[in-house]
C-alpha cells in the first residue's frame, strides 16, 4: 500500500515546511504510519471498509462518438477510511479534520462513531449551513466547528492541520486530499487514495473495456487524478486534466498549503490548491494540464445538462474538452457527479 | 557580529528592564496608517518592531493575526507595498531594531532572492520565520546562511516540548542544535504549537524552569543570544512571569491588534502599550 516511500519533494514541490520543532513529530507520525499499515491484518480490515462505506462505482454512459468512452466513477474517499483506520490502530482517541463537501463529513462521522472516535470536524461555510447535515453531525456526536471558515479563510483544512500541529500527540488527522499539510501527511492521502485507482481499473477490466489511448480527468485539486493515473500506464496513455474554476481572475502562484509547496490559483479572496505531486508531473510533461472557467462550458448540451447524471462543472469542462479534442483513437472521459458543497 | 537587535536588548538590562518587542500589523486602508501604528508604538515604550507580512495561508497564526492577514489580502494590499512600508520605517527611525515576521510560504512566493535583497534594501536586522526547516532540511534553501552573510538574524523558535526533553534523545539533539545556531535571541514558545493569541499558557513554573534550561545551555554551549517569550503575552500577569523567569524581552502582538480590530483608537492602544512599557522595569 506504501507508494511514495519517503518522498519528501516532487521536483520543486513538496517538502516539510513546519518548524523544527514539529518536524519531528511528522517523523514519528510517518515512522507509525509505516509500521502500521505494514501490520497482518491492516490491508484486509482497509478492504472490508471500503467495501461497505465506499466500494468504486463505475459505469459507462452511451455516447454517439465511438472514440469517446464517458465513465462515470464514484468519489475516492479512500484517504478517509485509511486514516480513520490509522487512528484506530494508533489507539488515538481524538480525530481532527476539515470538510468542504457533505460526503466527506457523513462518512468521517460515521466512521468516528464506528470506532468509538471524538471527531472534531471543520466545516467550509458552503456546507455548515447545511442544516440537515448539522443534525447529523450532532447525532453523530460530531464536535463541529464553523466559526473559523465563516469569519476567517475558508479553508477547513488549514484549521484542522493548525490542531493536529499543536497536540499531534493527542490528534491523528484526517485529510482528504494530498494538497494540504506538511510532509508525511500528503502522502498518506497518496498511499490510500492511489488503491482506488486500481479498484477502478480492476472494475473497468471486468467490464472488458478496451484501453484507451487517453484518459482525460476532470480536477480540482488533482488528489482524485493522481489515484487513478498511478493505476494506468503512462508510456502508452496520455494522461489530461481539465480544470475549471467558477472565477476567471485566479493566477497562478507558488505557495504552501500548510507547509507543502506547490501550485495555488488564487485571486483576493479565494484559493485552489493542487497537489504537489500533479504539479510536478504538468512540469514534467507527464500529464497535460488544461484550465477552463464556468462561462467557457458550452451549456447547449442539454442532453447532457438533463440527463440522469448529475455532472460537475468539471465534468462538464472535461466532456468539452473531450469533443473538441478528437485526435485520438480512444479517449476515456472519466466524469463525477457533482459533490454538494464547495464549488472549489 | 551583533545588530541593532542585541545592542537593544543589552541597552534595556543594562536599565534594569526586559525589552518590548511590539508587532506591526499592515493597515488594510493604507500605509499611512500603518505608519501611525508605528509612531504611536515607538512612542509608548516598544523597543524592537516586528512587522507582520501576511501570508495568504496563516496557518501557524491564531484569529487575531489570521485577520490581520485577511484584511490586507482582500483590500489588494500586495508583499511590495508591505516592503516599501517597511523602508519608510527605516527612514524614519534608523536606530530601532526591525524584524520581518511572516511564514517561509510568502519567501518562496517571492522568491528568496528577491525576499532577502529587499528586506537588505530595508535595512532589516532579523527575521522570524518560524516554519523555515533550518535543521530537518540542513539549510538546503540556504536562507540561514544568507542571513549569516548578511548579519541580518533568523530568530530560532523553541517549544516547551525541546526544552524538557530528555538528554540524548532526538528532540535534545536539535535543541542543543538551536541553542549553538540562534543569533539575537532565541523565543521560547509559551503556548503548545506555537500559536499566536494562544489561550493556553505554560505555568509560571514552567516556563522560570524553560528559559533556566535554555540559559544554561546557552551557557554550556557558549552562545551569549538573548532569550525572548512569545506566544500568548497579554496581561500584566504574563509580563510579571516574564520577568520572574529570567528571559530578556517578550513579544506581544495579538492582544493589541485585536483591539485595532475591534476598533480602538490609536490613544487607547497607546494607553496600552504605555502599561506594559512600564511594567518592564525589574
Not at chain 1, 472514440?67 to 477510511?81: D, R
Not at chain 1, 500528503?186 to 473495456?209: R, T
Not at chain 2, 496557518?59 to 492577514?69: F, I, N, P, S
Request: proline share 3%.
Amino acid at each position: 500500500m506504501i507508494k511514495n516511500n519517503d518522498t519528501l519533494w516532487y521536483g520543486q514541490y513538496g517538502g516539510c515546511f513546519i518548524a523544527d520543532a514539529f518536524s519531528l513529530d511528522c517523523d514519528k507520525y510517518y515512522d507509525e504510519y509505516k509500521k502500521i499499515v505494514r501490520q497482518d491484518g491492516f490491508e484486509k480490515e482497509f478492504e472490508q471498509l471500503k467495501a461497505e462505506y465506499s466500494p468504486v462505482e463505475f459505469k459507462l454512459l452511451e455516447t454517439e462518438d465511438e472514440n469517446l468512452m464517458v465513465g462515470i466513477a464514484s468519489e475516492n474517499l479512500y484517504s478517509i477510511i485509511g486514516t480513520i483506520l490509522l487512528a484506530k490502530h494508533m489507539k488515538k482517541e481524538k480525530v481532527v479534520c476539515g470538510t468542504r463537501y457533505t460526503d466527506e463529513a457523513m462518512l468521517c462521522a460515521k466512521l468516528c462513531k464506528k470506532y468509538g472516535l471524538k471527531l472534531k470536524m471543520f466545516m467550509s461555510k458552503d456546507i455548515s449551513s447545511i442544516s440537515s447535515l448539522m443534525v447529523q453531525m450532532k447525532t453523530y456526536g460530531v464536535e463541529t466547528e464553523t466559526c473559523m471558515c465563516e469569519e476567517l479563510f475558508n479553508l477547513p483544512e488549514m484549521y484542522a492541520f493548525q490542531t493536529w500541529v499543536a497536540a499531534p500527540q493527542e490528534y491523528v488527522l484526517i485529510n482528504c486530499r494530498n494538497n494540504v499539510g506538511a510532509f508525511p501527511h500528503p502522502n498518506i492521502v497518496s498511499d490510500f487514495a492511489s488503491v482506488y485507482g486500481e479498484d477502478l481499473k480492476l472494475a473497468m477490466e471486468s467490464m472488458g473495456m478496451p484501453s484507451p489511448e487517453r484518459i482525460v480527468v476532470p480536477s480540482v485539486s488533482g488528489t482524485f487524478a493522481l489515484g487513478v493515473f498511478g493505476a494506468f500506464d503512462s508510456k502508452t496513455i496520455e494522461f489530461v486534466t481539465v480544470e475549471c474554476d467558477e472565477e476567471d481572475d485566479l493566477q497562478e502562484e507558488l505557495d504552501s498549503y500548510c507547509g507543502t509547496f506547490t501550485k495555488v490559483m488564487r485571486n483576493r479572496y479565494n484559493d485552489r490548491v493542487l497537489a504537489p505531486e500533479l504539479s510536478n508531473m504538468f512540469d514534467n510533461g507527464e500529464v497535460l494540464r488544461k484550465l477552463g472557467n464556468i462561462s467557457q462550458i458550452d451549456t447547449n448540451h442539454s442532453d447532457l445538462l438533463c440527463s440522469q447524471t448529475d455532472f460537475s462543472v468539471q465534468s462538464l469542462a472535461g466532456l468539452n474538452y473531450c469533443e473538441k479534442n478528437t485526435d485520438k483513437k480512444l479517449t476515456l472521459c472519466l466524469v463525477r457527479n457533482t459533490r454538494w458543497g464547495a464549488v472549489l | 557580529m551583533s545588530n541593532r537587535i542585541e545592542e537593544t536588548i543589552k541597552r534595556a538590562q543594562d536599565q534594569g528592564k526586559v525589552a518590548f518587542i511590539g508587532l506591526v500589523p499592515i493597515d488594510p486602508e493604507s500605509m499611512d496608517n500603518s505608519m501611525e501604528i508605528v509612531d504611536m508604538m515607538i512612542s509608548s515604550g516598544v523597543d524592537i518592531l516586528m512587522v507582520h507580512i501576511p501570508n495568504w495561508f496563516p496557518w501557524m497564526e491564531g484569529t487575531v493575526l489570521q485577520k490581520a492577514a485577511q484584511m490586507p489580502r482582500n483590500a489588494g494590499v500586495t508583499r511590495d507595498n508591505v516592503f516599501e512600508f517597511i523602508k519608510t520605517i527605516r527612514i524614519k527611525y534608523p536606530e530601532i531594531p526591525i524584524i520581518n515576521m511572516t511564514l517561509y510560504e510568502t519567501v518562496m512566493t517571492m522568491g528568496q532572492e528577491r525576499f532577502l535583497k529587499l528586506s537588505k534594501e530595508a535595512d532589516v536586522d532579523g527575521f522570524d520565520i518560524p516554519n523555515y526547516p533550518l535543521f530537518y532540511t540542513a539549510d538546503k534553501m540556504e536562507f540561514y546562511k544568507e542571513c549569516l552573510e548578511r548579519n541580518q538574524h533568523l530568530i530560532l523558535a523553541i517549544s516547551y516540548e525541546l526544552v524538557v526533553s530528555e538528554e540524548g534523545s532526538d528532540e535534545y539533539i536539535l535543541l542543543r542544535k538551536m541553542i549553538d545556531a540562534a543569533k539575537g535571541f532565541v523565543f521560547v514558545m509559551n503556548a503548545p504549537g506555537g500559536q499566536s493569541g494562544s489561550d493556553v499558557k505554560l505555568t509560571d513554573q514552567q516556563l522560570t524552569m524553560a528559559v533556566g534550561r535554555v540559559k544554561d545551555l546557552m551557557k554550556e554551549q557558549g552562545n551569549d543570544c538573548y532569550i525572548s517569550i512569545v506566544c500568548g503575552i497579554s496581561s500584566s500577569e504574563d509580563i510579571k512571569k516574564v520577568k520572574v523567569s529570567g528571559a530578556h524581552c517578550f513579544m506581544i502582538g495579538s492582544a493589541y491588534i485585536k483591539s485595532l480590530q475591534d476598533g480602538q483608537t490609536l490613544d487607547e492602544i497607546s494607553d496600552y502599550l504605555e502599561g506594559v512599557s512600564e511594567m518592564c522595569n525589574y
